[in-house]
């Protein structure tokens, strides 16, 4: 850096030109498993069928009631609604579940996804405090496991990784621990040649 003579360094802060940037590398995207549109397609049926039994109850209830019988007209409009919200559910998971991906390098994971908004989060392995896997009722039906990223300083999920086969869900989290587990014996070992520095001046 220059320096100013017999003074203090003097800044600088050259301009990068866009011709100059690192080239973004090509990333191998991985999908995410089979079963997962079938799985967030039950999940859908099992709201939709709930809101079946209220709808549903509550016709019966006002029909009984004769000074609620000028409502009845409401309910055709609301199971055609329902309906048209069944059927959306069902077939949104088809598109965008396609559009989720995941990718594991040597030093990070990354994650997309997003139909109309696109988002791509890259988690570096230097940066995760710890990692785990889990499963709700609906998920270990069809064999499937998250995996979720934790950085330092963070209370939730800085990476959410849905519809990875429960083997899988493992692997990964046994992976970045081995990354974490070899980050910290690194920086340990480079710590003691450091303080081995010290002491030798």
Known sequence: ??????GPVMF???E???????????????????????CLQAKKLVGFAVVVVVLGFAQILIASVPQFASAQVLFPT????AAVRAVWSLAWPVIEVPRRSYAVRDKD???RAGVLWRTETVVPFNRVQHTETGSGPMD???GLARLTVFTAGSA???????GLGVDLAEQLRRYIVGRLTDANHAEQGEHAIDTGRTGLA
């Open 140 to 142: 270990r039906r069809f």
């Open 1 to 6: 850096m220059p320096r100013f003579p017999n």
């Open 109 to 111: 994971i990354l994650y």
């Open 156 to 162: 939730v999920g800085d990476l959410r990784i849905d």
């Open 16 to 38: 990068i030109p866009p011709d100059a940037l690192p080239r973004v590398e090509e990333v191998g995207w991985h999908a995410l498993h089979p079963r997962f549109v079938r």
């Open 12 to 14: 600088v802060n050259p």
């Open 78 to 81: 609301a199971w055609v609604i």
